[in-house]
């Protein structure tokens, strides 16, 4: 191998490395929600219910009786869900 192949897949290991990294950083924030209700952003779509489970990379959400399975290393944003403010219909008088 020439150098520049080597220091190529060396920054390739490098990357690899970094990313178990960071997988394994959002794996323990993610066992501390372990229960509660969060919202999950994954490159475009989002998630919504109760984390019941991690199974190696994969994380189990539960909303409505329906598990949705999430890959961790795809999370790109985590939410705590809030209870919504129930408004009436129509206008409101602001005094």
Same mark, same amino acid.
């Given at each position: 191998?020439?150098?520049? $192949?080597?220091?190529?897949?060396? /920054?390739?290991?490098? $990357?690899?490395?970094?990313?178990?990294?960071?997988?394994?950083?959002?794996?323990?924030?993610?066992?501390? !929600?372990?229960?509660?209700?969060? @919202?999950?952003?994954?490159?475009?779509?989002?998630?919504? /219910?109760?984390?019941?489970?991690? @199974? /190696? @990379?994969?994380?189990?959400?539960?909303? @409505? /009786?329906?598990?949705?399975?999430?890959?961790?290393?795809?999370?790109?944003?985590?939410?705590? $869900?809030?209870?919504?403010?129930? !408004?009436?219909?129509?206008?409101?008088?602001?005094?």
């Amino acid at each position: 191998m020439r150098y520049n $192949q080597l220091s190529y897949y060396s /920054g390739f290991a490098g $990357q690899h490395n970094f990313i178990q990294g960071v997988t394994r950083s959002v794996k323990n924030f993610l066992e501390t !929600q372990m229960g509660r209700e969060v @919202d999950i952003t994954c490159e475009g779509a989002t998630v919504s /219910g109760r984390i019941v489970r991690i @199974d /190696g @990379d994969v994380l189990h959400v539960e909303k @409505d /009786g329906v598990i949705c399975y999430v890959s961790i290393p795809r999370i790109v944003v985590i939410w705590e $869900q809030r209870e919504k403010k129930v !408004q009436s219909p129509g206008f409101t008088n602001r005094s």
